[in-house]
């Protein structure tokens, strides 16, 4: 019923705006505006020109001054800063061309409308102007990609030594973290060695993988290094921390690597944003299927002391599962249930 | 050499109007080779595509802006799409988002524009009878149109067509286990882009001989339109860019059904280990941005060259810096071509390589800003006729501005780590790319379609239609800032998953209502589109007072456009409102010798050179008639 009336609806509406045109065209024609250079319509379109500027330009002033906590997110690693105080420094230069450009583009048709008493202006060329706004551009984008470029640099430059290593594995649709253990080396990994209970296919050939351990969050120590080392095991993924700013690739065959420093401890930034139930998120970035909007982890950033005590509580694979070394050669099988009676 | 071509237009010209063609309906509707025909045929088709790339966006937003609402109601197009509690399945969001942009970059900016006017305008405006080759033309159209069918084929299969996003990335796209979209759809989505990038590269290679080889009289390059220069520069850089498209799927083809490894490695899915090693996927974004780069100013050319012929036109003045425009579109095109990973800053590539393409993209930057100032100075002390095709040039120009600024954030690689894949490149591109040659689309409709059709579309409704679709397109993207700053990615079907992203149902409604607003307000240029076509006001010969030499063509043009010989050309295109001339323009077909009062000094100086020339070619014609005589 409601589908009939609304359909009845809709046809009167068309055939009423149809009406109007008809007797719109019917007046024009008799009234001779086909043959005028410009009718009263072109004034009305030089004003549209100032409201849009004036309507749309307070709209956006108004938005973005009363949301601006909600889209500003918080950061919390140290060379987010400087990407942040980049992004804000370009917001203003482009802002002010963004605005200036605005106000000429918007104001000129207003201006300059047609007039029979008028005649354009024969304007064809003037090189230096040209000269001027190729030159005056050149040098405040080179300025600001030399900003850029200097804190990329420093952003992709290999991590420091004493970097806590963590690695996330992208697959679908989740991430698999793994830590390195107490010899902060991560073992190696095929992942050929793939099954449902050696997720990240690690080789447990590889001494170092025997006190690698795995963790349902991604936790971190607050004023220290860390490195993401970070790889997928069948599609593209990408690790994207918006607080930390942080983002890249996980790709299958090469692994890709992000370090950082994180500044504020979760709880911390709970204190800081009144919001107790605040957590830290990696989300994924890459398309990569039907649930690529739901791969989420947490990070939880601690005092290094708390960092430390954490890691030693945490128990390596193969503890949790010493099925994963049975087929181990002797000597490793030994070595192994030594540490598996270590963390007993 | 002069003998020679002179002769040449003799003859095509005897050729032409000594008897008349006589076309049945299928070689002058379907099988045509006469350009006119197979730019309107480009046209209605991109328009087609347009309105499907159109409706599937709107689909999307529903699930965006309306998470919550019941979908039962597309059931009978979706059929197993929407499930038993109406809402929409996850892979067929992505399969919609993929298809929504393959169909708007491929099918509609790039032929539904460039195959549209390119056609149509190159031999009009630089005096050619006909494309080089008029049945390369039209195999470039029918080899456009199948791939059209089959991608059309593809939205119906039951795995739903391909899902990978318009990139297709593999492994995503390579595997069939990772996705169903990724099967016959993904199969089908390749063999549709083979045979588009086959139609694009015919019709690159016939708008560039065209244009080189059958200028009229008197057109040298530094006399053409800037819409030629720039549908000249885009057929170079299709020509230069596709075929890197095409090898990239063809590797692809190889990899998903032949068994070979060119992007893929050490993968483990669907509870298997595959062979497959040494491959990189980061290859395929290589070559695949090597086309999707330049694509960009495939499809934003044309229609900055479209804005720049009607904001001249529009304003009675010559476009400023026609010099300048010249070599700010060369640079963009060659520019163009060095830039492509720049959308690969966290792919993982060498960090050495983002700082290179960093600089060079900025570098790109340049041309554009001085795009943009000559536009603004063109409109200064103008005299301005705000026809519906002016107000989407000055559209194109604003979102050009608005969409090139973001450019500057995304192009530092140091601030692309926070918003690369979010709602902030979403929002960048179609403002820049998406609606800026949408917009440039329309301008050339309205501006052409007296000449096209013989008739006017309805300026009123032309107004409604620009007012509300460029707030509209506004009121959709620029909130899309907001999101991306806020870090919001690109391609989530649903947003409740994260906290940080766990906020703005408001905002994203409000995209939503505005989208279906901005898609339901193209009615009306459909309405005036099709209406006008038949009953819309008879056109005159030149209605908007133009220099370029298709107004000099009859209202209803035949085959090969003028009846008599091709007019010679004497000027260049943009004398507006030229001091001392009787009227605001002066076409480009009138001679210097014919307007002493508003010649500039040194024009005058050409004035005797052009007369010896007038007075050598009367000569050769009197020779020639003696002779068939």
Redesign the interface.
């Known amino acids: 019923m409601y589908g009939f009336l609304i359909a009845v609806g809709v046809l009167l509406l068309l055939s009423i705006i149809w009406m109007v045109?008809r007797i719109?065209?019917l007046v024009s024609?008799v009234k001779g505006s086909?043959k005028k250079?410009?009718?009263g319509?072109?004034k009305?379109?030089?004003l549209?020109?100032i409201l849009?500027l004036v309507g749309?330009g307070g709209l956006?002033f108004w938005?973005?001054i009363k949301?601006f906590d909600?889209?500003?997110?918080p950061v919390a690693s140290e060379h987010?800063v400087?990407?942040d105080q980049?992004?804000w420094v370009?917001?203003a230069?482009?802002g002010i061309?963004?605005i200036i450009?605005?106000i000429?583009?918007?104001i000129?048709?207003y201006k300059?409308?047609?007039?029979e008493r008028?005649?354009?202006?024969?304007?064809?060329?003037?090189n230096k102007?040209?000269v001027i706004?190729?030159v005056v551009?050149?040098i405040v984008?080179?300025l600001?990609?030399i900003?850029?470029?200097r804190?990329?640099?420093d952003?992709?430059a290999p991590a420091p030594e004493n970097a806590h290593v963590v690695e996330l594995m992208g697959?679908?649709f989740a991430w698999e973290v793994r830590y390195p253990g107490m010899d902060n080396v991560l073992g190696a990994n095929d992942?050929?060695l793939?099954n449902a209970s050696n997720v990240s296919?690690v080789d447990f050939t590889d001494r170092n993988s025997l006190d690698d351990f795995s963790s349902p969050v991604v936790y971190i120590p607050k004023g220290e290094p860390v490195l993401f080392k970070?790889r997928a095991?069948?599609?593209?993924h990408?690790v994207?921390a918006?607080?930390m700013?942080?983002?890249?690739?996980a790709?299958?065959?090469?692994p890709?690597r992000f370090w950082f420093v994180p500044t504020k401890t979760t709880a911390e930034m709970r204190a800081e944003l009144n919001n107790p139930?605040?957590?830290y998120?990696i989300?994924?970035?890459?398309?990569?299927?039907?649930?690529?909007?739901?791969m989420?982890r947490e990070i939880v950033v601690v005092e290094p002391d708390e960092f430390r005590k954490w890691v030693a509580d945490q128990k390596p694979y193969i503890v949790n599962n010493p099925a994963l070394v049975a087929d181990l050669p002797l000597e490793l099988k030994e070595l192994a249930e030594i540490t598996i009676s270590e963390y007993k | 050499m002069a003998t020679a071509e002179s002769a040449l237009h003799n003859a095509t010209a005897h050729d032409h109007h000594d008897h008349e063609h006589h076309d049945n309906f299928i070689t002058k509707y379907i099988f045509s080779t006469d350009h006119k025909m197979i730019g309107k045929q480009f046209l209605v088709t991109g328009i087609f595509w347009a309105i499907i790339g159109g409706a599937l966006s709107i689909i999307f937003r529903l699930q965006l802006g309306f998470p919550d609402m019941e979908l039962h109601w597309l059931k009978p197009l979706l059929g197993g799409w929407i499930d038993e509690g109406g809402k929409l399945d996850p892979n067929f969001y992505l399969a919609l988002v993929t298809m929504h942009g393959t169909i708007m970059v491929f099918f509609v900016l790039t032929a539904g524009l460039s195959g549209t006017f390119s056609n149509y305008l190159i031999p009009l405006q630089i005096g050619a009878r006909d494309m080089a080759s008029g049945f390369m033309n039209m195999l470039s159209y029918w080899l456009f149109f199948v791939s059209g069918v089959i991608m059309f084929i593809s939205l119906f299969i039951e795995t739903g067509p391909a899902s990978g996003g318009w990139v297709v990335y593999p492994p995503l796209s390579a595997l069939e286990q990772a996705m169903p979209g990724s099967g016959l759809g993904m199969t089908l989505w390749l063999i549709s882009m083979t045979f588009f990038i086959a139609s694009s590269l015919l019709g690159g290679i016939n708008y560039i001989t065209t244009v080189i080889n059958l200028r009229t009289k008197g057109m040298s390059f530094s006399r053409l339109p800037l819409t030629i220069w720039a549908f000249f520069l885009t057929a170079v850089i299709g020509l230069l860019s596709f075929p890197v498209l095409f090898s990239a799927a063809l590797l692809l083809v190889f990899d998903r059904s032949f068994g070979t490894s060119f992007y893929l490695s050490d993968i483990y899915i669907g509870g298997e280990a595959l062979p497959n090693t040494g491959g990189s996927a980061v290859l395929y974004q290589h070559l695949f941005w090597f086309l999707g780069h330049p694509e960009v100013y495939i499809v934003l050319l044309p229609a900055l060259g479209i804005t720049s012929e009607i904001i001249a036109t529009q304003s009675r003045k010559p476009i400023f810096g026609y010099k300048a425009m010249i070599i700010s579109m060369l640079g963009i095109a060659i520019l163009s071509f060095v830039v492509w990973a720049h959308h690969m800053f966290v792919s993982g590539m060498n960090p050495f390589l983002g700082s290179i393409f960093m600089f060079l993209t900025l570098i790109i930057a340049i041309p554009s800003a001085v795009k943009v100032f000559n536009y603004l100075t063109t409109l200064w002390r103008g005299n301005l006729i705000f026809t519906p095709g002016m107000l989407f040039s000055i559209g194109l120009v604003s979102f050009f501005i608005s969409g090139g600024l973001t450019g500057i954030f995304l192009g530092n690689s140091a601030i692309d780590i926070q918003l690369h894949d979010t709602y902030f490149v979403v929002a960048h591109f179609h403002l820049v790319m998406g609606s800026a040659s949408f917009f440039g689309l329309m301008a050339g409709v309205y501006h052409w379609f007296p000449k096209m059709f013989g008739r006017m579309m309805d300026a009123r409704l032309g107004y409604i239609h620009f007012w509300l679709t460029f707030i509209g397109v506004y009121m959709v993207f620029f909130p899309m800032h907001y999101i991306g700053i806020a870090g919001f990615p690109r391609r989530y079907y649903s947003w409740t998953n994260f906290e940080f992203t766990n906020m703005y149902t408001d905002l994203n409604m409000f995209v939503s209502a505005a989208a279906i607003i901005t898609f339901a307000a193209q009615a009306i240029f459909l309405f005036n589109f099709f209406y006008s076509m038949y009953r819309g006001r008879k056109a005159p010969m030149n209605p908007w007072r133009s220099t370029t030499l298709e107004w000099t063509t009859p209202v209803n043009p035949g085959h090969g456009n003028w009846p008599g010989e091709i007019p010679a050309v004497y000027r260049w295109p943009y004398d507006y409102s030229k001091p001392g001339a009787a009227e605001d323009f002066i076409p480009q077909t009138v001679p210097l010798s014919a307007t002493p009062e508003s010649n500039l000094p040194h024009e005058q100086e050409l004035v005797k050179l052009e007369k010896e020339i007038i007075a050598e070619e009367e000569a050769m014609l009197v020779a020639d008639e003696t002779k068939t005589v």
Not at chain 1, 112 to 115: A, D, F, H, V, W
Not at chain 1, 245 to 249: A, E, I, Y
Request: net charge negative; with cysteine.
């Open positions: 045109y719109q065209t024609v086909d250079v410009v009718t319509s072109n009305v379109n030089a549209m020109f849009f749309a956006m938005y973005s949301e909600n889209y500003n997110l987010g400087v990407t980049l992004f370009t917001m230069v482009t061309v963004f450009t605005h000429l583009l918007f000129f048709p300059y409308q047609y007039s008028r005649t354009a202006s024969f304007y064809p060329d003037n102007l040209e706004w190729t551009p050149a984008l080179a600001l990609v900003g850029g470029w804190a990329w640099t952003i992709t697959y679908q992942y050929r793939t296919g970070i095991r069948d599609v593209l990408s994207f918006p607080h700013r942080l983002k890249m690739d790709v299958p065959g090469m890709t139930e605040f957590n998120e989300a994924c970035t890459e398309i990569c299927g039907r649930g690529h909007f739901s989420k």
